[in-house]
């Protein structure tokens, strides 16, 4: 009788094993206990599911079954068996002197051992294996993890006070940079991409008091909580107005006095910066005819300058003033809840920004133009050619310009946005009003839009507007 275990030894010769299930052996050469052992760990390794090595040696055939219950090898046929991945062949040597019958699985003239092999998850020494590289894989990952939590939230409670004056014009990457190198924080850049990613307070420049080793957030509760003195720097306000474009903000700036710097240089500072906000695609992945890359990722706001305020510095903190407030808004949550991301969710805000003057019509011509996206329409929006052409009354020749922010002759968003959009807009854009509108038009000097479902509701509404001047 067999079953799948190896037999013992008996009267000193070699024993074969047979399984009841595959009736297979592997043969290996046992020429030292040492050898065995890695033929062994080898076997582990590169055992195949039926119970054989899925390696053999070259010109050698697969090993024949071994059938018989008495103990005897059956006659070793042309084909040779095959052997376990470091396993060697002697040749044999005719004319020997007489040696004892080979072994189960052997031939004259060469030593083998029979070696079973399992089917399913195999030895104990491969399960003990694969425990090891799990316990590893989990070590380099455990500490992987607590190597950025430290640089978060550092081991240890804060210790000394430090007094740090934040001046007018601070960016995120300046601050964390200051907060870096005077220790408050393990990391400063850590500190400035949680920022970036989560968010941080609107703070005033001044003195702050922190203490060194402190976690990121216990910092930024000090910003948030204000300066123990305002800084006395003399300051002037400026306000970038929504809806306005890059090279109107620059045209802006040629009109404030007492800047240390012109819109060329704010131009500039724009051009040597590749990617701006945390959710603008990479430059040169954007189409042929695109206008300005930057358009839309700088924040309309009141800024406050001093006379050492620099370009460079204020495009730093409207970007940084833009994605803040895209994060407070949940945009990364945008393919969600309006099934684009969070760029193509600020290029509608865009759009919403020169379109509704109302603020009750923001979340309607959001609903618009997502309707028309659905539906595969060309969204058909004028403020998209004004961009373009840079003129408000158009003519049908100027309608027809061949430019990818043409929403009146192609389908789909324009490749960026097409102003700065406020915040009214940017949340109209991520909670579009529910309502089955496909149209909307001007139908009061006060800026009121009529919105409509059919064609037929539209050229009513639009005969509104043509009779009252507001449009052609």
Known sequence: MTDDSTDAPRDGREVRHASGNAGRA???????????????????????????????????????????????????????????????????????????????????????EVVSTRRGLGTPGALLFLVVLGVIAWMAGSRGYRWVSEQLDPPGDPTGEIVLTLPPGSSTASISDLLGDHGVVPSSRAYEWYVRFKGGPAFQAGEYTFQSNSSVWETLAVLEAGPSRVAQAAQQSLTIPEGLTVAQMAALLDEVEGLSFSGRDFGEAIRERPVLSLVAPVPRVLPDGVIEPAEGQLFADTYFFDSQTSAEQLVALMVDRLDAVLTELGYDDAPRRVGLTPYEALIVASMIEREAQRPEDRAKVARVIYNRLARGW?????????????????????????????????????????????????????????????????????????FSETDEEFQRDKAVCQELGLCG
Do not use: C, K
């Not at 060309?378 to 052409?389: E, F, M, P, Q, R």
């Open 378 to 450: 060309s969204l058909g929006l004028d403020a998209t050619v004004v961009y373009v052409v840079g003129e408000s009354e158009l003519t049908a020749e100027l309608l027809a310009v061949n430019s990818p922010y043409n929403t009146r002759v192609l389908v789909g968003l324009p490749p960026t946005p097409i102003a700065t959009p406020g915040r009214a807009s940017l949340e109209a854009a991520l909670n579009p009003t529910d309502g089955p509108w496909m149209y909307f038009v001007l139908t009061s000097p006060d800026g009121t839009l009529s």
């Open 26 to 112: 592997t043969a290996v050469r046992a020429p030292s206990a040492v050898r065995r052992l890695a033929d062994r760990l080898a076997g582990l390794v590169g055992l195949a599911s039926d119970g054989e090595s899925p390696r053999a040696e070259p010109g050698l055939a697969a090993s024949t079954e071994i059938g018989g219950d008495h103990g005897s090898a059956a006659p070793a046929t042309d084909a040779q068996r095959a052997l376990p991945p470091g396993a060697s062949v002697s040749p044999s040597v005719p004319g020997a002197g007489a040696q004892s019958s080979p072994p189960v699985g052997g031939r004259r003239g060469v030593d083998f």
